[in-house]
Each structure stands twice: as C-alpha cells, then as structure tokens.
C-alpha cells in the first residue's frame, strides 16, 4: 500500500475524510464544501494531518491537535490531541502511531510545553507506547439541546 501522511488538504472534502470521520464519531452532519475548506484553512491553531491511500486516493486516517494559549501561565501554549482515526481494514500496522508521532512534532514546533489528550481505557497502553503518561481525570458536562 502505497500512503502519504501530510496536513489536510481542501480535496480531502472529496477522498472521504468526513466518511472517516462520521464512522468514527457515529453521527453525521451535512458539511458542504465550503464549510469544510473554509473550517481547515481559517483556522491556523488547529492541525489536521490525514493519512491518505494513494493507490485508491482515499483517507484512511486522520489526528488532529489543537494549540491553546494559556494567558494564565505567560501565554505558553499546550497541544490538544483529539480524533486520532483510523480506517477499520488498515488498524494494527502502525499508522496511528505515525499520526500521532507527527502530531507531537507539530506540537513542539509550535512550542507547546506538554501536550495532552483524553482516550477510553483500552486505548491507554496505546498511547503510553507513544510517550503518554496518565495524569488526572477527565470529566465532562454536556450540552443536551
């Protein structure tokens, strides 16, 4: 197989990047294609790296990592990893942890001084063979309208 891991690009609209995306959130929305384009290139503190099947141009898995300043700690910013994806026939053969090894170097290029995420628990080890330690707890509130 013959794959390309690099930033989104506005053509992903159209390699089934949304396709992947609602698999894994299991709901979808209509996002036409200027919301999309508009959404990756407006947005300059979020960084979504696809992988991409060039033999079928299409989107096998995709990471995305936020940078947030912190006014409160001198304006250091952290990396916010989320949505790590990955196409359920190509699991198992390394390309999350590529994508997230690349999400961590956009990280720390960007000067982040940690960088987080939040995961179930059996995805733990996962990301504890990819430097992540546990720390805290994660606790939620939602918006149910």
């Known amino acids: 197989m013959n794959i390309c891991i690099r930033p989104i690009e ?16 299991n709901y979808s929305c209509n996002i ?17 790296i696809v ?18 300043e912190k006014l409160h700690n001198n304006i250091n910013k952290i990396g916010y990893i989320e949505d790590i994806v990955i196409e359920k026939n190509h699991r198992k053969i390394g390309l999350g942890s590529k994508i997230v090894n690349e999400l961590i170097k956009i990280g720390f290029k960007s000067l982040c001084y940690k960088i987080i995420l939040k995961c179930n628990s059996e995805n733990i080890i996962f990301y504890e063979k990819n430097g992540f330690k546990k720390k805290g707890v994660e606790m939620e509130v939602r918006n149910n309208k």
Do not use: R
């Open 51 to 68: 992988i991409e099947n060039l033999d079928k141009k299409q989107i096998i898995g995709s990471g995305t990592i936020y940078i947030i």
């Open 32 to 48: 036409d294609y200027y919301t999309f384009t508009k959404y990756i290139n407006d947005n300059k503190n979020i960084n979504i």
């Open 10 to 25: 506005n053509n992903d609209f159209y390699k089934g990047y949304l396709d992947l995306m609602y698999d894994f959130s």
